[in-house]
């Protein structure tokens, strides 16, 4: 089995979103509409894993499990537990371990943080839109949200789940004032803070370039607050990564649509019913699972994937005039 999974583009493919269930227990206004559920159902675990494993095998060396709300499925704990005895390829070691993380609104992560970590999860990030719980509330339409998430954040950060990361998308007339607020909860809670462009992935297909909050806004306004100084990253990251000038407290800023950084992408998704997106944009997905029902062997699984890789998107076309929106909300996708 060739362990280099590459696109046509010689983007090496290393970086696995499995997304494990499509419901959520938030309805945020620039996600959901509040009137769609789930449409797309879960599937059992051990698909999940036998997905993963193949792929762990061409390569992939990290996985991150998203959703919905990843934390809804009973019985992730053991799923991550499966998940850290995959090995990557590696002929020194007998295979390394994988970087296993997760994605969640934390309202149910203070009693679940220790648990994945002493299943093998290494890191964790938190979806939180605002610091000031009644704008908490207005953005998530769920009342007293704000508080089971902090807990959260600091039941991840006693735990060990580190880096950990809390992200906020940003939305021109929602929280775009929150910006320096959310500077100071990165330097008090001891956590990096990464502002989202918004995208046009919500079920109301409402959005538009005028409720961009831009990465250069998002540096004027912090740098009003403090000095920042731009810390250096890999090519396969996301996010522009900043330290405040006396090195306390991280923000990084994830600009797809004022910077996009398509260019050196390193991610597949896989939904929760099993479909290959090859880009949060695509207009198609590839049915995975449906291979597996009619029998295919791993091979013939990696045969497929490696197949789909080649059709993986140059870039996606946000804002241009033949801009095409994605078959799939962000929710129904996996973030």
């Not at 193949?54 to 934390?71: D, S």
């Not at 719980?133 to 039941?155: E, K, S």
């Not at 500077?183 to 005028?210: C, H, K, N, Q």
Request: hydrophobic share 40%.
């Amino acid at each position: 089995m060739n362990l280099f999974l590459t696109d046509k583009f010689g983007r090496p493919i290393t970086d696995l979103r499995i997304s494990i269930t499509d419901r959520c227990n938030y309805k945020c206004v620039y996600c959901r509409t509040g009137n769609e559920g789930a449409l797309y159902g879960d599937l059992p675990f051990a698909d999940y894993l036998r997905m993963a494993r193949v792929l762990v095998g061409m390569g992939v060396t990290k996985i991150r499990l998203t959703g919905g709300e990843p934390l809804l499925r009973n019985g992730v704990v053991g799923f991550v537990r499966e998940l850290s005895e995959l090995r990557s390829p590696n002929s020194r070691n007998g295979g390394d371990p994988l970087d296993i993380a997760l994605t969640t609104n934390g309202h149910l992560l203070s009693d679940l943080a220790q648990p994945l970590k002493d299943a093998g999860l290494t890191r964790v990030t938190v979806s939180m839109d605002a610091v000031d719980p009644d704008r908490f509330a207005r953005i998530t339409r769920v009342p007293n949200g704000y508080d089971h998430v902090l807990a959260g954040i600091r039941a991840a950060r006693r735990a060990g789940l580190w880096p950990l990361k809390v992200n906020c998308v940003l939305m021109r007339g929602f929280n775009e004032d929150q910006i320096i607020p959310f500077g100071m909860f990165a330097r008090e809670e001891g956590v990096t803070v990464r502002f989202i462009e918004f995208m046009p992935l919500e079920e109301g297909r409402t959005w538009s370039a005028d409720t961009v909050v831009t990465l250069d806004e998002i540096l004027a306004r912090m740098r009003e607050y403090r000095p920042l100084v731009e810390i250096p990253r890999s090519r396969s990251e996301t996010a522009r990564r900043y330290r405040f000038d006396d090195g306390v407290g991280e923000i990084g800023i994830i600009a797809p649509v004022s910077h996009p950084f398509c260019g050196h992408c390193s991610r597949i998704r896989i939904t929760s019913d099993g479909k290959i997106r090859t880009c949060l944009f695509s207009a198609w997905d590839h049915d995975l699972h449906a291979q597996m029902r009619r029998g295919a062997s791993d091979e013939e699984l990696a045969d497929f994937i490696r197949g789909v890789v080649q059709k993986k998107e140059e870039r996606h076309h946000i804002g241009e005039p033949d801009f095409v929106p994605a078959s799939r909300t962000m929710v129904h996708i996996g973030g």
